[in-house]
């Protein structure tokens, strides 16, 4: 009986660890890096100001090629 506690025990916390060490894949590790600083919706909107491709150029350079906007309620 206790042999059966101790082990269930240690499998769980042998799964937070994993868990929490991002060992075990999650749905947010998939797609593109997002920007941060993104308000609830409108977004990236207000960032983006009178010249918004000198605004995608740096987060280029700080995200990759590849990073995720939010416009608004759209992605």
Known sequence: M????LL???VIII???IKKLKLWGSSESSGPPEVAGSLPFIGHVLYLGRKPEEVFMIWGR???KLFSVNLGNVK
């Open 2 to 5: 206790f042999a059966t506690i």
């Open 8 to 10: 269930s025990l240690v």
């Open 15 to 17: 799964l937070i660890v």
């Open 62 to 64: 700080t995200y990759g």
